[in-house]
C-alpha cells in the first residue's frame, strides 16, 4: 500500500515450527520446513505467472545432442548476505550433493529419482551403492557453468528446478543444513534472511544485499 513503510524496515512475522531442531530451508527438508524456506536462496529456474519456466539462478540452458546432458549458464548477480562471494556452481553440486546423501535421509529424495527427475546415479546414491562424487550434478568450465546429467531424456527437466533452493556450500560444511535457524549463521542469496529464531516465533527481514534480479521476487 501507498503508506507502507520503506521495504528496509519491513520484516515478515511468523509462528508455528520454530524451534531449533526444526529445518528453515526447502533443500534441508520439505515436509519441516519453515516459514519461508524457499525464500534464502535462488532457485536454477522459476514458473512465471503463466507457468513458463524462466530464468533463476541460471540465466540460460541448453541440452547436449545426446539428450542427457544439460548445461546451465548461472547468472553471477546473486551475492551470498555475508560477503563470501555470489552464488556458484559449487553451491549447487553441494545441494544436489545433500539431497542424495543417504545420511541426510533427505523427505523429498523421489523427485529427483528415476521416473521424475532422472538425475544420473541419484538413485544409486541415495540407496548408498555408489558415491556423492558420482551423482550427475557437477561444476562445469568455470564457477558459473553447471553440468547435469540424466539417466535418460528429460525434456521437462528445467521445470523441475524452481521447487528447491540452493544451499550455501560453505555454511552448508562449517555449520549443517540448518544454519539459517540461527541469526548468527544465517545467509541468503534470495529476498528475505532470518532476523530471529525462537521455539514460538521467527522473523525474516528483506535482504538488502540481494542482487537486483532477486527484486522480482518481492
Known sequence: PADAAP???QVWVGSGKGDPGTFADISASVYNRSGLGDMYGVPLTRLNKDWVTSPGGAKSWKVGEDGVTWTFTLNDGFPWSDGSGNLNADDFVAT?????????GYDFAWYYSKGS???????E???GT??????GVKKGANDYELIIQTSEATPYLPSLFGFYMPLNGKQLAAVGPQYNTDPKTAVSSGPFIVTEWTPTRMAAKINTKAGKEVMPLL
Open 7 to 9: 521495504a528496509e524496515f
Open 96 to 104: 544436489f550433493q545433500h539431497m542424495a546423501n543417504p545420511k541426510t
Open 117 to 123: 527427475g532422472n538425475i544420473l546415479n541419484y538413485d
Open 125 to 127: 546414491i541415495v540407496a
Open 130 to 135: 555408489k558415491p556423492l562424487e558420482e551423482l
